[in-house]
């Protein structure tokens, strides 16, 4: 435990009140006395009380008899305390040698919040604290019987961040009696959501096209910077590659805790390079790492937050594009994700970096972490297979897709061709096939030839404006299928505009996309479609051939000639006939 309590953080202060003198006549007893510290978070702490002072407590509360405790090493602390650093900040002045009750009067004289904080922080180094007592926690308490004196009460806990950030703290306290304190960690937060395209309802996930823009609000709050020398406040955020990053929508405002109305919108630094606080500097800055790592340094903490209240809202908003680069993986998506750095130890002296600007935390400087939250948006895509009447694959198709958003879509294709290195054969269907000819599973009646072999190429090609609702026109591969991919939610129509030779068109496909998008899957419902393998959704549209008219020769021509003949024989028979009956009866 010993090496850890220099990186112990004073998060809250206690108090100190010291009467080194005690008349005889008053009555002296020596008691133990429960110290019980209440935590109501889930994760173990280890909390270790440290005695600085110890005496006998008097019927008037004072102590007599004082002695170091065990918790600390007097030498060192007199030397500390001597220190002319120390001394200026706690405002104290002690002689060459002086004795436990020199000492107890000096610090006697140190009031208020800030300088407490200050000795606390003297007090919690590795060179001063000796053997302390831990506190044993029953539910939401830690408790130790300890005597009366002055204490130092350590939290040297360091939690993993899988289960929660970094908590440690440091509380000075007198305890002549029973004394309950609260742990009162206080640890700033970060809460991201996509606000996009409602920002009354902020959600973990959404849908989107190649091409839109999505909304994303990043929320923390002003931290508590009492005890620092430096405050460091830093939001990493990590797009994936589908995300294009859009730097000039970033804004950064502080809205009041209690009311939630505007107190201030910060100003952006140009870039990260300026020299001076005092003549040189905004309230923050932001570094981009290639294109998905954004970092937005808040700069001179300490000071730019001096006019805002510890627990003022701080409200980060930006956007991003979907690009063609999108994943349409249902379980996957396209994450988002961001984490808040903080100074977590007033008890170190933060050197912080670059030197000329030290806003971020330097390798040797304690800082605590909030867990990772992401956000996820969702794309997918269609397949359409090509065929006729019979299943065989048709070629010479083309299709225009429109809809609403934002006009974008990948366009995806194979065409084969012959290639003596290639790995697919041709099936009589006109569909192709990795599976070899040759092997025991295969039925090579089924095959084109079984000597040929063909090479495949995959087209991908961004179409669409980007500034308009979809209307994007494409042919079918070779082997009948074509692939829009990088659509969100909404209502498409799908028209065959290129109609193969001999087949009549289809009648137009409307259709709608919807999901119902959370932070682990995308859950989407495309009515008509099935979805396949490859993480697409897939419909097979079948061509009719249309009426076609007999050709000149054909049989239809002979039967028109010959029924014409008959007629004409008949109506010359009947024209005889009558004739003959009129001769008769004359």
């Excluded at 606390?120 to 000796?130: F, S, V």
């Excluded at 505007?262 to 905004?282: G, R, W």
């Excluded at 934002?406 to 003596?420: E, K, M, P, R, Y």
């Amino acid at each position: 435990m010993k090496n850890n309590k220099k990186y112990l953080a004073l998060m809250t202060a206690g108090f100190l009140a010291i009467t080194p003198m005690a008349a005889t006549c008053m009555t002296a007893v020596a008691e133990k006395h429960t110290l019980t510290v209440i935590d109501t978070e889930t994760a173990n702490h280890t909390y270790t009380a440290y005695p600085i002072i110890v005496g006998t407590k008097h019927n008037d509360g004072t102590l007599t008899g004082l002695s170091w405790g065990t918790g600390i090493n007097s030498t060192n602390l007199i030397a500390a305390l001597k220190n002319s650093t120390n001394a200026a900040a706690l405002g104290i002045t002690l002689g060459e040698s002086p004795s436990i009750d020199d000492v107890a009067e000096a610090l006697a004289g140190i009031t208020g919040a800030d300088k407490i904080e200050k000795l606390a922080k003297i007090l919690n180094d590795d060179e001063i604290l000796g053997t302390g007592t831990g506190l044993t926690r029953s539910e939401n308490n830690y408790s130790a019987n300890v005597d009366d004196g002055w204490y130092l009460v350590v939290d040297s806990s360091t939690l993993d961040n899988e289960n929660g950030p970094k908590v440690r703290s440091a509380n000075l306290l007198q305890i002549v009696g029973n004394l309950e304190i609260d742990a009162k960690h206080s640890l700033p937060t970060l809460d991201k959501e996509i606000v996009s395209p409602n920002p009354n309802a902020a959600k973990d996930a959404n849908t989107a096209s190649i091409g839109d823009v999505v909304e994303y609000k990043i929320s923390t709050k002003v931290p508590d910077t009492t005890g620092y020398n430096r405050y460091f406040f830093v939001v990493n955020d990590e797009l994936s590659a589908g995300l294009t990053y859009n730097p000039s929508s970033i804004a950064i405002k502080v809205y009041d805790k209690d009311d939630n109305s505007l107190k201030d919108t910060l100003t952006k630094d140009a870039n990260e390079d300026y020299k001076d606080y005092d003549t040189d500097h905004a309230d923050y800055y932001v570094r981009t790492t290639g294109s998905t790592n954004i970092t937005i340094v808040f700069e001179d903490v300490i000071n730019s937050f001096e006019n805002y209240d510890v627990g003022d809202d701080i409200v980060i908003t930006y956007n991003a594009t979907l690009n063609s680069g999108a994943n349409i993986d249902p379980a996957v998506g396209n994450p988002n994700r961001a984490k808040l750095t903080y100074s977590n130890d007033p008890n170190t002296n933060y050197t912080g970096t670059p030197a000329t600007t030290p806003d971020e935390p330097a390798s040797g400087d304690v800082v605590g972490e909030t867990p990772w939250d992401t956000v996820k948006t969702y794309t997918t895509a269609i397949k359409i297979k090509k065929v006729d009447t019979e299943g065989n694959v048709l070629e010479g198709a083309g299709f225009t897709l429109t809809g609403v958003s934002s006009g974008q879509a990948l366009v995806i294709t194979n065409s084969f061709d012959v290639s003596a290195t290639g790995d697919y054969w041709k099936l009589k269907d006109g569909s192709f096939t990795t599976t070899d000819p040759t092997d025991s599973s295969a039925d090579s009646t089924k095959y084109e030839s079984t000597d040929i072999k063909y090479a495949k190429t995959t087209t991908s090609t961004l179409k669409g404006s980007g500034q308009s609702d979809v209307n994007i026109q494409a042919m079918v591969g070779t082997d009948g299928y074509i692939v829009f991919q990088g659509l969100g939610a909404g209502n498409y129509t799908l028209t065959e505009t290129t109609v193969p030779a001999l087949y009549n068109a289809i009648t137009p496909i409307d259709f709608e996309i919807s999901a119902a998008p959370t932070a682990t899957a995308a859950n989407w419902t495309i009515a008509g479609f099935t979805a396949d393998t490859d993480n697409t959704y897939q419909k097979t549209i079948e061509n009719r051939k249309g009426s076609i008219l007999p050709t000149t020769g054909g049989i239809g021509t002979k039967l028109f000639y010959i029924i014409g003949g008959m007629l004409v024989a008949g109506s010359v028979i009947i024209l005889v006939t009558k004739k003959r009956m009129s001769a008769k009866e004359d």
